[in-house]
Each structure stands twice: as C-alpha cells, then as structure tokens.
C-alpha cells in the first residue's frame, strides 16, 4: 500500500459570501486553488449574528453539486422544485443544480452560534444539464464509527473501514464517488483511511493541527487550511498538539475544462453564455 503525503498547502482566506454571511474559503479562492472535481470549501463559523444573519437569499446554481454540513446552528433551504429543508446540527444537505435550480439558505436563528461548510463538487459534461434533485439528510441518518485508540469518524458519503467492517454515509452512487468524513481525534490519536487510488483528495482542519503522511515524510496542517494530498492508497493523519478536528474528502478527478461565472460552472464560455441568457429569460430550470 502506498500512502499520501502533503504535497500542498491552501491557506484560508477571509471573505463573505451570500448577503453578508462571514466566512473562510480554502479551495476556490482562485482558479488555481482547485482539486478536481472539486471547485470549493468554505468554512463559516462565527457566534455573532451579524456575521451571518443575513444568510444566503434566492440565488440560481448551475452545472454542479452543493454539499452543506452543518455543526452548530439551524439553517433553512428552499429552492424552485418546492424542497424545503431544516438543516439542524450534525445534518447536511446533497443538492444537484444539473441544468438549474434556484434556492436560499437562511439562518433560522437570531443568537449563538452558526457553524458548518459548504462544499461545491463539478459535475461531468454529460450530466451538467441532468434535472436538479435535493436531498435533506437528517443527522441520525449520518452513521458515526469509533476509530481504534479513540475520537470517532462521521461518515456523510462513502465508506470507512474500521476492524469490525466497512461503515457507509448515506451519499452513495454518484459519478465522482465522493469520500466525505469528518474527523474527531483525542491528543495522540490517529486515523489510518484508505483513499481510492487515482482519486484526488485533500484535508481541512477545522480545530488543532495535524500531521500528515507516513512516518519518514510527515508534514504539519494548520488549522483553517486546506491539504492537498499526493497518489497513494491511503492516508495516515494524527492529532498534532492536542486535539483535532478535519474534514477529509476524496473523488474521483474529471479531467475537464472549468469554466466558472459566479454560480455557474461549465465546461466552455459559450455554455457559460447560455446559462447567463437563460437565467435572464427565466429558462435556467
């Protein structure tokens, strides 16, 4: 078995998004702060309403998927196909804009604290204009393992392998294959994952610091930044000063054009064009 290194480090940046919402962007920053297939991470986290009380209002998507995962906080989905979904802690939210959809995200709070991510993943060319589809996943549908020597894996897409057998997220089947799990690890503890080779795949620590990588090359994450790992079959990361928190997500690599506009993504100018004019006519869904 071979296992993943560091290879890169993204720094995340404050920014704002929505009507206001404070947050952290790792991947997406730039173009060239990509991993196919995937296009962008934000952390948002903050126990002051002002910085994301006036949430995401209605807003159209095209051409990929949107993954919300929520840790603190209450936030309410509603899109054009009539999907209504109360994204509550531990929960999260799989929609695919396929060829369009258009939906808001707004906190159902007006106090404490509001924390969680999203996660934008490109879809393939053949199936950017599929109808879009949502999926509300409640938080006891996301199964969470104990990892041996302590902390514990939650598992939204994919499979964790642990001594009594593999343990699967409710996100199963789609093109890309999505690995998404996140990660608690006691000081000391460690996480050994297989990853599918030729898959790419990155960590984001969110609490404390990791090391990555086997024992004769491990390289140190901060947290609020973003890990891009090396080819390999697996991945070996441990709790680095005390304890640790990350995100670690794997899919298999489109190797396609990107063209982005905002909240369209598509593989040409021209398709990009379209999808402009569309939304302007009221075509896009």
Avoid at 12 to 18: F, I
Avoid at 120 to 140: G, S, T, V
Avoid at 204 to 220: F, V
């Amino acid at each position: 078995m071979s296992s993943r290194r560091l290879q890169q480090i993204i720094h995340s940046l404050a920014t704002s998004d929505g009507a206001g919402v404070s947050l952290r962007r790792s991947l997406g920053q730039s173009q060239s702060a990509r991993v196919d297939p995937f296009l962008m991470l934000d952390e948002f986290s903050s126990d002051d309403p002002d910085d994301y009380i006036a949430g995401f209002p209605s807003h159209p998507h095209r051409g990929f998927e949107t993954v919300t995962y929520m840790l603190d906080g209450h936030m309410l989905h509603e899109d054009h196909l009539g999907n209504r979904g109360d994204l509550l802690p531990g929960g999260a939210q799989w929609m695919t804009a396929g060829r369009g959809i258009i939906h808001s995200e707004m906190p159902q709070q007006e106090s404490g604290r509001m924390r969680g991510f999203q996660l934008w993943i490109n879809l393939p060319a053949a199936e950017k204009m599929k109808p879009a589809a949502y999926r509300d996943i409640r938080p006891e549908e996301i199964p969470s393992v104990a990892l041996p020597g302590g902390g514990e894996a939650r598992v939204i897409a994919g499979s964790v392998t642990v001594d009594a057998g593999a343990v699967s997220g409710p996100v199963q089947g789609l093109s890309t294959e999505p690995l998404y799990i996140d990660v608690r690890l006691p000081a000391g503890g460690h996480l050994a994952q297989a990853v599918a080779a030729g898959h790419s795949a990155f960590v984001y620590a969110y609490e404390g610091s990791l090391t990555i990588g086997p024992a004769d090359d491990r390289r140190e994450l901060a947290a609020q930044d973003a890990g891009v790992l090396s080819a390999g079959d697996r991945v070996e990361i441990s709790a680095a000063d005390g304890p640790a928190r990350f995100l670690l997500l794997a899919a298999r690599p489109l190797g396609e054009p990107v063209v982005q506009h905002g909240p369209f993504v598509m593989n040409s100018r021209a398709e990009i064009e379209q999808a402009i004019d569309d939304y302007r006519h009221n075509r896009l869904v």
